[in-house]
């Protein structure tokens, strides 16, 4: 099975661990961009390139768990592996709450490290994909009229057309008629995928009154 394609973003403060990180990764066929510091991780890393972090714990300045908080606090979603030579159990705690893959305690086995990376990687693969879903769903909604829009958010909720009609003040066929829309602009070949692409979206049914009938 041919691994997934992707870059591996290393930052060690030790250059012999860079060193031979670097070297171990690109001997498995990645490819790998080496920093030795946090700061010039940030400023040489690009979000766009698949693939997925390799940080140490422990360095000065910024440690690796905050050089990953502060991604996610500016948006850039990563796989992340953390290292350390200070494998203590609170610290990997820590990296395991924040979303890491794994944590990896120095010194540590080179098809260990391997596979930890192969899973993130793949992990960086599946979060574009959902991303580029997520894109292409709401590009199809921006489509869709502001009746049409409300229609959608009862539909989802499982409500009859008679019932939609009913809470829209309109009627039955003209709901009718707008579902057909709805299914066709965002390319829902069920009502099933009709409420799964609204649920990736984030769109959450309104609260109506029950209706009798």
């Known amino acids: 099975m041919t691994p997934a394609a992707g870059t591996v973003f ?15 990764l690109r001997a498995s066929g ?33 440690d690796g768990l905050e050089l990953h908080r502060e991604l ?36 540590f086995d080179d ?15 599946l979060l574009r994909r959902i991303r580029a879903e997520r894109t292409s769903i709401q590009n199809r909604l921006a489509t869709l009229t502001l009746r049409e829009r409300q229609v959608l958010e009862h539909v989802v909720s499982g409500q009859l057309n008679k019932h939609i009609a009913a809470e829209l003040g309109t009627v039955e066929k003209t709901v009718k008629v707008h579902r057909g829309r709805i299914m066709r602009k965002m390319g829902a070949g069920s009502l099933v ?12 049914p309104p609260r109506v009154q029950p209706l009798v009938g």
């Open 193 to 204: 995928e009709l409420v799964r692409l609204a649920d990736l979206a984030g769109i959450r």
């Open 72 to 107: 996610a606090a500016s948006g850039i979603e990563r796989a992340v592996v953390f290292i350390s030579g200070q494998g203590d159990v609170p610290t990997s705690v820590r990296a395991m709450k924040a979303g890491a893959v794994d944590f990896l305690a120095k010194p």
């Open 30 to 62: 990645r490819e790998v961009r080496a920093f030795a510091s946090p700061e010039e991780f940030l400023s040489g890393h690009d979000p766009a390139i698949p693939g997925c972090l390799l940080f140490d714990v422990v360095m000065p300045g910024r």
């Open 10 to 24: 290393l930052v060690d403060d030790d250059p012999g661990v860079l060193k031979a990180l670097t070297r171990l």
């Open 111 to 125: 098809h260990e490290l391997l596979s930890a990376v192969e899973i993130a990687i793949e992990k960086d693969e």
